[in-house]
């Protein structure tokens, strides 16, 4: 799957077309959506989420959906979503409607920017196999069976009160989720995982710190009192800032937890770096961060032939990146729980039809490309810009 969209023949390089490539319709669609739940992460609190929908449009009508799910600030990695409206609106949305060939490996030659890319690499593989009518998942798959349903682990905020935060593991646990991974920084991990341990003494724990130990020598001692209250956990996730890989490294090689790379990881590039250098003993791999579902794939495999866990993390999606995600989470790659919720979650109305949990779990969406669109009253409800190329 590495040449155009449908407009210009498969995206699986099967069946070229021969004539002239036709432009493609952009509009990208900024939507807000209102929040459930507010999640705190050691860098930011994120509630009401703004995503860049991308709506692609060929010369037969059909239609590709993409998402681009960055965070409103740089700081989980250095990608901001003004920024990434500007990357599309001024340079990539015109260069790949203009000339939509090879616009795949256009954009994954295009150093940086991961997260504004995978938002146009997924609308124009989406565009692609809707018009061949082939699934987002089966297609990553090459024939490999995939998951029908993936399990669901929650993912909790930091909580300065211990009260709201066991309140907010038992609605997760009651929920259905049968893992639970806390967001923690350093003034917060020990009492919060000590108060989760002592009311779920069996619940599966993972901590993600979002890079807020300063220094190795810091984290490995933290993580040894973490065990020491907490227990074995799954993972310790991103100790250190994300270009911090040598530390990182020194990290794993003196905890019993694995350690999970997350923001560390938006290339190819950098996956070969962390498992050369044994940085990573876990992999929270999301498409959205690394360019796209194709690259996700290429990273996955390097983490499976170094016998490395992966699991497919989230962005507080909208359904679009959601079921895009889903697509990945269900790859036989990802072994872990992926951090994937359900839609009422995290947002009180989605633009496409929700994901629910049931008994733990997220239906993988099966439909041609991503498998569900954005209802069209919604979106117009839930946009707040719009722009639209040519
Ligand atoms: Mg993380």
């Not at 939507?31 to 609190?45: G, I, K, N, P, Q």
């Not at 010369?59 to 990434?84: F, I, K």
């Not at 019993?256 to 950098?270: H, K, M, N, Q, R």
């Amino acid at each position: 799957m590495t040449s155009g969209p449908a407009a210009h023949g498969s995206a699986n390089g099967v069946v070229p077309d021969e004539r002239e490539p036709a432009r493609l319709g952009v509009t990208l669609h900024r939507v807000r959506l209102e929040a459930a739940m507010s999640l705190r992460s050691a860098r930011e609190t994120i509630a009401d989420r703004e995503v860049i929908l991308v709506e692609i449009v060929d010369g037969d009508g059909n239609v590709g959906w993409g998402e681009c799910s960055a965070l409103p600030r740089p700081g989980y990695t250095a990608e901001y979503l003004d920024g990434c409206w500007a990357l599309l609106r001024d340079l990539l949305v015109p260069s790949v409607a203009e000339d939509p060939s090879s616009a795949l490996e256009r954009l994954a030659a295009l150093p940086g920017h991961p997260m504004a890319r995978s938002a146009l690499v997924g609308a124009l593989v989406d565009l692609d196999l809707r018009a061949q009518g082939r699934s987002l998942c089966s297609v990553l798959a090459e024939g490999a069976p995939t998951a029908a349903r993936v399990a669901s682990n929650a993912v909790i905020g930091i909580h300065d009160d211990l009260g709201e935060l066991e309140a907010a593991v038992d609605r997760a646990v009651g929920a259905g989720h049968r893992s639970v991974k806390l967001k923690i920084d350093p003034d917060h991990a020990v009492v919060s995982l000590r108060a989760v341990r002592r009311g779920w003494p069996d619940l599966s724990l993972s901590v993600d710190a979002n890079g807020s130990y300063p220094d190795a020598d810091t984290a490995i001692s933290a993580i040894a009192e973490l065990e020491r209250v907490g227990g074995p956990l799954g993972y310790v996730e991103q100790p250190l800032a994300a270009d911090d890989l040598v530390g990182t490294a020194i990290v794993a090689r003196r905890s019993a937890s694995p350690i999970a790379l997350d923001e560390s990881v938006t290339s190819i590039g950098e996956a070969v770096t962390a498992v050369s250098l044994g940085a990573v003993g876990v992999l929270d791999l999301k498409p959205a961060r690394v360019g796209g579902p194709l690259e996700a794939m290429a990273i996955g495999r390097i983490m499976t032939a170094e016998g490395i866990g992966v699991f497919c993390g989230g962005m507080m999606e909208s359904g679009i990146g959601r079921a895009a995600a889903l697509a990945f989470a269900a790859q036989p790659m990802c072994t872990l729980p992926t951090d994937l919720g359900p839609s009422a979650r995290y947002h009180r109305r989605d633009v496409t039809a929700p994901f629910d949990l049931v008994d733990g779990y997220i239906e993988v969406p099966v439909g041609a490309g991503l498998g569900v669109e954005p209802d069209r009253d919604v979106l117009a409800e839930s946009t707040v810009e719009r722009w639209r190329f040519p």
